[in-house]
Structure formats: structure tokens, C-alpha cells
């Protein structure tokens, strides 16, 4: 049997916390390891919790690397530290489950440890989980597009919604997509948001039928990008600002500016990875900021 590797002991903020298999390569197509997965989160953590915060989390872990299977853990290991919170959340068939509740960056460092190098979020904080804060538009490209008619959509519902005086904040995915949010911050339900958001699909789909597809059917996908609305559900969850993806490279899913979204849709690349986000963090700080306290109100709308 193989010897059992040996724990290292760091300090972060004050908690003791064992970490181990440092040199595990969890990303083998550029050897991106386990240790520079803790490393990167315990750098973003202070930007990340803005958007982890007083939300629970999934944790979608590869104990064996990106190339290995993988699972979603919604409920929080019991074998956690003491001062990692839990709070109560939406489980399957109505019921709740016991998530974890990151509020320092000790405990988003633990989840590198686990290798949950995915950290996935709820449209609604904990202490409320039936009031979203947000209204996601996740874009996701049908065989024959990417990221340029990804973003060549985003900036149709930018500027439909901007006459609506909506504004929008994009990030990628991290993946092949587009993700676009709506800051809330005012009560509204779940049913409100996804209803928006389809309404919103749907009118999308109608101008742009070429381009746009609302119906979540492979087949009608082809060609089209996909403006996926039901992720406003009360029990799904999307990719956190700042999580690390499970692709070949250890890219992230990184908020981006308008006239980056606009370059995209002329061809330009929109991809970046673990130390991308690093600096620019560092340059630009949290693009993502105004999710979290930017107070807005949706309209009733109607397909026209």
C-alpha cells in the first residue's frame, strides 16, 4: 500500500489547517498542482468572499485530477472544521440540506484541500433562500458557436435591458460560455426572476431567431446560443465569480468589462486562468463589486 502522505500544518488567519498531496497534479495537461490550487485561493479569497459570502455553497470536487470523475457535494462534509459555518438550505424533492457557509478565507482555502476546485452559489443568501439578489443569464454555445456569438448576444440583452435602465455585469463561465447577472438586492421571489429571465429569453429568441435559442434541446441548439434562464430556479446554482473550472487548463470564471465583452464578439479571445485573475485583480480590483449592493427592480414583462 502506498504510504500515507504526510500533512502540512499552515497558519491562515489565525486556524490551523492540515493540507496535503501539495504536489498532486490536478490539472495534467499543463501540471497545475494541488498546492497551486490552495495557493490561488487563499490569494483570491478576500475578493471571493464578496460573492461566496452568506451563501451556501456546492462544492464539486476531483479528488483525482480534472481527468478523473468527479462529484457535487451540496451537503457540508462532517468531518469539517469547527469554525467552518453550515447553514440550511434547499435540498432535492423540498427538502433542506446542511451547506457549507464560507465568511473567511480559511474556509475557501479547506475547500482547495478537498480539491472543490468548482465552488457553485444560489441566486439568494442563506439567511433569506427565498429572496434571490440576482437574476443570472447563463449563455452557453450550440454545436457551430463559442464565445464570439456568446458574446454577440450578451451585448443585445445589455442593450435591451439598458432600456429598461437595467444594468448588467458579465464574467465567463470559465468554461465555453457567457454568464450575465442582474443585481436585485430588492426583495423579489424566484418566480419573478425566472420568469424575467425567460420573458427575456423568449424576446431574444423572437428578434434573433438565427442567433437564439431559449428551449434547452440539443437539436434546436445547433448554430444557436442558448440564453439558459431556468438556472434562476430556487434550487440550482451557478459557478461563483472567481471559481476555478474543471477544463484542461485551470481557467476561471472571470469577471470581464463591456468593451472586452464587445472585442470578444469581433473575435477576440475571452479565457483566463488562475494567475490571469490574479493580476487583474490586482489592476483592476473586483469588476464584480456592484452584484453585491447595486439596487434594482424588475418590470413585469411580457413576450411582445
Same mark, same amino acid.
Given at each position: ?14 486556524? #490551523? ?20 490550487? +490552495?495557493?490561488?485561493?487563499?490569494? +483570491? ?74 465552488? $457553485? ?27 464570439? @456569438?456568446?458574446?454577440?448576444?450578451? +451585448?443585445? +440583452? ?29 426583495? #423579489? ?45 430556487? $434550487? ?23 468593451? @472586452? ?33 447595486? @439596487? ?9
Amino acid at each position: 500500500m502506498p504510504e500515507k502522505a504526510t500533512p502540512t500544518v499552515v497558519d491562515i488567519d489565525g486556524h #490551523h489547517l492540515k493540507v496535503t498531496n501539495l504536489d498532486k497534479v490536478l490539472y495534467p495537461e499543463t501540471g497545475f498542482t494541488k498546492g497551486e490550487v +490552495i495557493n490561488y485561493y487563499a490569494r +483570491i479569497a478576500p475578493i471571493m468572499l464578496t460573492h461566496l459570502g452568506r451563501r451556501c455553497v456546492t462544492l464539486r470536487r476531483y479528488p483525482n485530477g480534472v481527468d478523473g470523475q468527479s462529484f457535487f457535494e451540496k451537503r457540508c462534509p462532517s468531518h469539517r472544521p469547527d469554525w467552518v459555518e453550515v447553514a440550511i438550505g434547499p435540498g432535492d424533492r423540498n427538502g433542506t440540506v446542511e451547506y457549507c457557509l464560507f465568511d473567511e478565507r480559511a474556509a475557501v482555502v479547506w475547500a482547495g484541500n478537498l480539491a472543490a476546485l468548482e465552488l $457553485h452559489t444560489p441566486m439568494a443568501r442563506a439567511a433569506d433562500i427565498e429572496t434571490p439578489t440576482m437574476v443570472v443569464f447563463d449563455l452557453d454555445p450550440g454545436d457551430g458557436t463559442a464565445m464570439t @456569438e456568446c458574446a454577440d448576444v450578451a +451585448i443585445d +440583452i445589455r442593450d435591451t435591458l439598458a432600456g429598461l435602465g437595467l444594468e448588467l455585469f458579465p464574467k465567463t463561465s470559465g468554461s465555453k460560455g457567457l454568464q450575465l447577472y442582474l443585481p436585485l438586492n430588492t426583495p #423579489h421571489t424566484h418566480d419573478h426572476a425566472s420568469e424575467f429571465a425567460l420573458a427575456v429569453a423568449q424576446m431574444m429568441e423572437k428578434h434573433h431567431p438565427t442567433k437564439v435559442v431559449s428551449n434547452m434541446s440539443k437539436e434546436l441548439r445547433r448554430g444557436k446560443v442558448l440564453i439558459d434562464w431556468s438556472q434562476n430556479s430556487r $434550487h440550482k446554482t451557478t459557478v461563483c465569480a472567481y471559481s476555478l473550472r474543471a477544463r484542461p487548463h485551470p481557467t476561471v470564471s472571470t469577471p470581464v468589462t463591456w468593451q @472586452e465583452v464587445e472585442a470578444a464578439a469581433d473575435g477576440s479571445a475571452l479565457s483566463f486562468e488562475a494567475a490571469d485573475v490574479l493580476a487583474r485583480v490586482g489592476e483592476l480590483g473586483d469588476l464584480f463589486a456592484p452584484t453585491a449592493t447595486l @439596487e434594482q427592480q424588475l418590470p413585469t414583462l411580457a413576450v411582445a
